[in-house]
């Protein structure tokens, strides 16, 4: 998957346009950690495969999800 592939998914889940993707690193072809704003406060998500995971606090929290 490619980076706009990763935000499409984010999007399906959580369209709202307050909600803003930051930053998206790709772990793999079909794993990627959105750094995300939303009005109250800084989240991360693992995105792939059709899915997106609950949310973290860190992207090293998101990172141990993946692990």
């Known amino acids: 998957m ?3 592939d990763f935000i499409k998914t984010f999007k399906r889940i959580y369209p709202e346009d307050f909600i803003r993707v930051l930053r998206v690193n790709i772990i793999d072809e079909n794993t ?5 704003a939303f009005p109250d406060g800084l989240f991360f998500f693992v995105v792939g495969n059709g899915s997106v995971s609950s949310s973290y606090n860190s992207e090293d929290e998101a990172m141990r999800y993946i692990r």
């Open 2 to 4: 490619e980076k706009q």
């Open 32 to 36: 990627a950690i959105l750094g995300t």
